[in-house]
């Protein structure tokens, strides 16, 4: 094989990765989104589909209804110009560090005694940014670190300097591109326009929309009601005899290769998928020979994919058993086993229970992999409660010897929360490790408030140290931008801006720092 071909193949090979997201990317943008499912009497295949889309949707309501006040509130402060403070602050619960270290003063007074406050004002529609950072390190305060950013420019303001130090997108591009021509001038505006799209998520609505058109309808269009069999099916779950109707969907090999055929066809000639990637990517630096040779690589991965489709072995077809009651799935058993030939099979496999009531909610899934040499299960279970005023929910993801456990106990009083929540994980030797994060919250009409307190759980450190965090957030009219003592960096010749680094700048970090240890006025 000729080095051109290795280089080639072994592309294409790393591609493959990428197609496969792609794939996963164009189903989850759609979901089970058969919500145009609305026959007086359903087929089997509907049942199939609407029981798949509702049993999703009742998790992500679940969600929604526990804490819409937070959501609400995310998208207040998108819709709205707002600002909002963190301080950060330490405190040590131990002796080891109570030792004194000259002049009466401990390291543990200093962690105690040091705080962080960033505050940040943010106008999504506007496009306008200004955050605000202090530092007080046990009495020795620096602030006045000013970071802005508007549609047009990025500014900078420095405690030691009475400039605001800005460059334009267009100028910063330009200086980027003639140290770096691969870089283009535009992507650094489109890099900080990332900031402002914290809603816009990896598609947008009008992309889901298109991608379920093309590709989700496409596969349920594949699927006929002969691939469905329906029965009644008395089976346990929790512990209860349930009567439910059984639904087995059964994809044949051919079919199954059908369908991934087609998906990579439409893959192969989607001018969609090239405008998401490209929005998507925005941020990275790519020439138009680096686009050329990307796509090039992907509609050879594509191509190769096709190929692999048609020679791939799939004995059993797919399989996917589920059993619904009152419109609800309460089990369900997944299998399929594919491989490049019939000597090389990977199969995988998903089964489980759930339940769904009015307060309580439970599922017990385990998904394993199995390939003639090695056989790995994980499971994944919870059990949840929510009543409208209390939250106690556990949930637990096991593989191997490794257990990682989430568990919250929360009290809603109208908009104000109370929650005692850890995330512990359990290794091999049976040894536990949590972060612990307990706090409250309070939300009114434009302004909300919350104290949040972290700590690492370590059954063998008897010292320990807290981060405190502490939220505060409002509305306000509009971001506070400077208006005075601008130096626009990108209007000043090589020779203007060496001198003014090297005259007024370092003149006035040299007076500051001088200040700032305790020599006022400088030398």
């Excluded at 320990?464 to 990108?490: E, W």
């Amino acid at each position: 094989m000729t080095e051109q071909a290795h280089t080639a193949r072994k592309k294409s090979a790393s591609f493959k990765n990428i197609i496969a997201i792609v794939i996963i990317v164009l189903l989850v943008s759609g979901g089970v989104a058969l919500a145009y499912i609305s026959k007086s009497d359903p087929t089997t295949k509907d049942r199939y589909f609407t029981a798949e889309k509702d049993s999703i949707d009742l998790y992500k309501d679940t969600f929604k209804k526990r804490y819409q006040t937070e959501l609400d509130w995310m998208d207040y402060v998108e819709a709205n110009p707002s600002e909002t403070s963190y301080d950060f602050s330490l405190k040590y619960d131990g002796d080891l560090l109570d030792e004194d270290i000259g002049m009466g003063i401990s390291v543990n007074e200093i962690i105690d005694n040091t705080r962080l406050t960033l505050t940040t004002q943010k106008d999504v529609k506007a496009k306008e940014l200004a955050t605000n950072l202090e530092l007080d390190l046990s009495g020795i305060k620096i602030d006045d670190i000013d970071f802005y950013l508007t549609d047009e420019a990025v500014m900078l303001g420095l405690p030691f300097l009475d400039d605001v130090l800005k460059y334009s997108f267009q100028d910063l591009g330009e200086l980027l591109h003639d140290e770096d021509p691969s870089i283009e001038p535009e992507t650094v505006k489109e890099f900080f326009d990332i900031l402002f799209n914290n809603n816009s998520g990896l598609l947008t609505e009008k992309d889901k929309a298109h991608f379920k058109k093309e590709y989700i309808d496409s596969i349920f269009d594949s699927i006929s009601e002969d691939d469905f069999a329906t029965s009644e099916d008395t089976i346990d779950v929790n512990g209860q005899s349930v009567t439910t109707e059984k639904i087995d969907l059964v994809l044949e090999e051919d079919k199954v290769k059908d369908i991934f055929i087609t998906l990579l066809d439409k893959l192969e000639s989607e001018e969609k998928i090239r405008e998401v990637l490209e929005r998507q990517l925005a941020a990275i630096t790519l020439t138009d020979e680096d686009w050329a040779d990307f796509y090039d690589e992907l509609e050879y991965g594509i191509a190769e994919a096709k190929e692999g489709v048609k020679a791939l072995h799939i004995p059993d077809g797919l399989s996917s058993t589920i059993w619904i009651d009152n419109g609800q799935i309460v089990q369900r058993d997944f299998d399929f086993t594919i491989g490049p030939n019939a000597n090389d099979l990977v199969t995988l496999s998903i089964y489980g229970e759930q339940s769904f009531e009015k307060e309580e909610q439970s599922f017990d899934y385990t998904f394993g992999i199995e390939d003639g040499f090695i056989d790995h299960a994980a499971t994944l279970s919870g059990d949840l409660f929510w009543n409208g005023k209390e939250i106690d929910d556990t949930v637990k993801f096991e593989a191997d010897d490794v257990s990682v456990t989430y568990t919250t106990q929360e009290t809603v009083d109208k908009k104000d929360r109370e929650f005692d929540r850890e995330f512990s994980v359990t290794d091999g030797f049976n040894e536990t490790y949590g972060l612990l994060w307990e706090g409250h919250a309070a939300y009114e009409k434009d302004q909300m408030s919350s104290e949040h307190t972290f700590a690492i759980d370590d059954p063998y450190d008897t010292e320990s140290v807290a981060l405190q965090v502490g939220i505060d957030s409002k509305r306000i009219k509009a971001v506070d931008l400077p208006t005075d003592n601008i130096k626009d960096l990108g209007d000043m010749s090589e020779t203007e801006l060496m001198n003014y680094f090297e005259r007024d700048v370092s003149e006035q970090f040299e007076l500051w720092i001088m200040k700032l240890v305790g020599f006022p006025g400088g030398f």
